[in-house]
């Protein structure tokens, strides 16, 4: 099985402020036929469903913001909120596609405003 | 637009069994991989089960085999998750989401339902 250990557990950020949440993997999900990186984001405000943000790791879904961007490769990967909205309040989390049909999230990063 | 509407959850005690359903709108159905993920209270998400479009294979978490059954209808856009054995561990909100499709590849879960919520107890 292939682990997803996200840092850190919880985060506040001022509005405005750059938010970064972390993703490791405990192997490579990274292909090397198509040099894709099988990793995505998600992120679920409360009492609603996670909502898509980022696929290939670095690829946002339609109609995501641009101050969402995903970076990484292999077992290192990033979600950075460049500017953070109010509207950013959620929990966020990563999940590995490299081992489908078998699918891990991680256990979700808290994004609160300072 | 893309619906998926999740329905069949309720209270049911440890032993008992429970059929979830999750009915599709919006695309086409037959041509997705499916699956079920889950959510215990203030927990996070756990993928459950995954199904192929034609039935021909279906995958579970190590902590569902053998008590979990995941099916689908084509003619009728419609997933399914059959529960038996329930235990108080299974409690959660179950949804339902599409496997996205892109360039050949399968990649995240492009579309959820709004969840229907599952409690095993006495």
């Known amino acids: 099985d292939i682990v997803m250990t996200q840092s850190p557990d919880s985060l506040a950020v001022s509005l405005g402020e750059r938010a970064t949440i972390n993703c490791k993997s405990s192997?490579?999900?990274?292909?090397?036929?198509?040099?894709?990186?099988?990793l995505a984001w998600y992120q679920q405000k409360p009492g609603q469903p996670p909502k898509l943000l980022i696929f290939?790791?670095?690829t946002r879904e339609s109609g995501v913001p641009d101050r969402f961007s995903g970076s990484g490769s292999g077992t290192d990967f990033t979600l950075t909120i460049s500017s953070l909205q109010a509207e950013d309040v959620a929990v966020y989390y990563c999940?590995?596609?490299?081992?489908?049909?078998?699918?891990?999230f991680g256990q979700g990063t808290k994004l609160e405003i300072k | 637009e893309v619906q998926l509407v999740e329905s069949g959850g309720g209270l049911v005690q440890p032993g008992g069994s429970l059929r979830l359903s999750c009915a599709a709108s919006?695309?086409?159905?037959?041509?997705?991989?499916m699956s079920w993920v889950r959510q215990a209270p203030g927990k996070g998400l756990e993928w459950v089960a995954n199904?192929?479009?034609?039935?021909?294979?279906?995958y579970y978490v190590d902590s569902v085999k053998g008590r979990f059954t995941i099916s689908r209808d084509n003619a009728r856009n419609s997933l399914y998750l059959q529960m038996n054995s329930l235990r108080a561990e299974d409690t959660a909100v179950y949804y339902c989401?599409?496997?996205?499709?892109?360039?050949?590849?399968?990649?995240?879960?492009?579309?959820w339902g709004q969840g229907t919520l599952v409690t095993v107890s006495s």
């Open positions: 989401a599409r496997i996205s499709r892109r360039d050949g590849y399968n990649d995240g879960f492009d579309y």
């Open positions: 919006g695309f086409i159905f037959s041509s997705h991989w």
């Open positions: 199904i192929k479009q034609d039935e021909s294979e279906k």
């Open positions: 192997q490579s999900l990274l292909y090397s036929p198509n040099n894709k990186n099988y």
């Open positions: 290939w790791a670095s």
């Open positions: 999940q590995q596609y490299f081992n489908t049909p078998l699918y891990n």
